[in-house]
């Protein structure tokens, strides 16, 4: 009597928890394993409590990461394992641009991903420089924040073309929500009464 066909195991919760460690994990990414952390998402929250780590799933967008619990259990003593990243204020304003152009796409019902050419950002960030700004200096500096948020998961470079293309990850609502927004707005609006003064000062300057 042959001995009936093994099922397929699921795999441990903690085998799951590894990939969240390093960062968000995306269900264009890997497929595979997103389905096993749907489908195990019990086990994985019970898993990482204890490490005072709650997970955060959009089964809509397709995402999921790990944030620290506001108010850790009492016997939780390890220590957080997601660590706060600073950003600098041009790497926060370029996010801020980048999920109200994510809200104006979906807000347009569009079909698809948000996809971003390289001028298309320096084109969001253009408004908030001084008239006159170096094309050249702009587009460097749009590549150096370009390259940090890529780092950091919200951006995905796209396409083998020489110019490059990104697609605004959704995970980006996650963490730039509507009070986020809001609060930079202010910021903005201080920041362009801040460029127009200095215009002024050096528009007077020649003058003078």
């Known amino acids: 009597m042959s001995a009936p066909a093994p099922h397929a195991l699921s795999p ?19 497929p595979t394993a997103w389905q096993a952390l749907v489908a195990q998402q019990a086990a994985v929250r019970d898993y990482v409590a204890v490490l005072g780590l709650t997970l955060v799933i959009d089964e809509d967008d397709g995402f999921a ?18 660590a706060k990243r600073p950003l ?5 304003l370029t996010l801020a641009l980048l999920r109200k152009a994510l809200a104006e796409f979906d807000a347009a019902r569009l079909d ?20 006159g700004s170096n094309e050249a200096k702009l587009i460097d500096m749009v590549d150096s924040h370009v ?4 780092e950091l ?17 959704r995970v980006l609502k996650a963490f730039v929500d509507a009070q986020w927004l809001a609060d930079f707005d202010a910021r903005l609006a201080a920041y362009q009464t801040q460029l127009r003064g200095t215009s002024t000062e050096r528009t007077r300057g020649v003058d003078g």
Not at 15 to 24: A, C
Not at 147 to 150: A, H, L, M, S, T
């Open 112 to 131: 698809g991903p948000l996809i971003l050419t390289r001028e298309d950002i320096a084109e969001l960030l253009r408004t908030f420089l001084p008239s």
């Open 153 to 169: 998961g919200f951006l995905r470079r796209v396409g083998q073309a020489e110019t490059p293309s990104y697609e605004v990850r």
């Open 65 to 82: 990461f790990l944030r620290a619990l506001s108010e850790p259990a009492p016997d939780v003593t390890t220590p957080p394992l997601i």
């Open 88 to 92: 600098s204020y041009a790497v926060s």
């Open 12 to 30: 441990p919760p903690s085998s799951l928890v590894v990939p969240l460690l390093k960062g968000v994990v995306c269900r264009e990414d890997a």
């Open 147 to 150: 390259g940090k948020i890529v």
